[in-house]
């Protein structure tokens, strides 16, 4: 949605050549108060 995302999309697939990058449209994310670290924390055994 930023005029910046493809130059950042440009710019980590410069430094990482042989991997995908795919760009992720966060903002529902971050409407609800949080963000990847959020998500990204605990994780209950099952």
């Known amino acids: 949605?930023?005029?910046n995302d493809k130059?950042?999309?440009e710019?980590?697939?410069k430094a990482f050549p042989?991997?995908?990058v795919v760009?992720?449209?966060s903002?529902?994310?971050i409407?609800?108060?949080g963000s990847f670290h959020c998500?990204?924390?605990q994780e209950p055994a099952v």
């Open 39 to 41: 998500l990204s924390q």
């Open 1 to 3: 949605r930023d005029v």
């Open 18 to 20: 042989d991997r995908p």
């Open 7 to 9: 130059i950042a999309l």
């Open 23 to 25: 760009g992720i449209d």
């Open 31 to 33: 409407w609800g108060l």
């Open 11 to 13: 710019i980590i697939q």
């Open 27 to 29: 903002v529902d994310i």
